[in-house]
């Protein structure tokens, strides 16, 4: 039986760059990082960085990271002075941030759980919604 997420890998280009980026702007603890490779994390998720040529989705793809209101707000401002983009904007429950990393792969910085989306598809379902 799965358990949860043990860890997620990204392919990136520059790894100087990605490291700068997740350590530096989002604020990830680095542990280790090697010629091709790094381990940073953000509470109990694991991230690896990997040399190579990444092919980010252009789809809804993305990783969702958890971040508290106050800490949003902050990275939100810290974010688009060091010019980060973003790839969309917030249409659902919680605040959210929709950026790409320095290789364009997709990520949102989300101030909700589960249990709130739930709650709010209670008031508010989506066509065609099945409660299991």
Not at 4 to 28: C, E, K, P, Q, W
């Amino acid at each position: 039986m799965i358990t949860g997420i043990n860890h997620i890998t990204f392919s990136v280009r520059d790894l100087t760059a990605s490291i700068a980026f997740y350590r530096d702007l989002m604020g990830m603890k680095l542990h280790v990082f090697w010629d091709t490779g790094a381990y940073l994390s953000a509470g109990d998720t694991w991230l690896c960085l990997s040399l190579g040529e990444p092919e980010p989705a252009k789809d809804y793809t993305h990783i969702a990271f958890s971040v508290g209101d106050q800490e949003l707000a902050a990275l939100r401002n810290k974010l688009q002075q060091a010019g980060v983009r973003e790839w969309q904007q917030n249409t659902s429950e919680g605040d959210s941030l929709y950026l790409l990393d320095p290789n364009g792969h997709r990520l949102e910085l989300h101030c909700g759980t589960l249990q709130s989306r739930l709650a709010e598809l209670e008031m508010s379902p989506y066509k065609g919604l099945v409660w299991c």
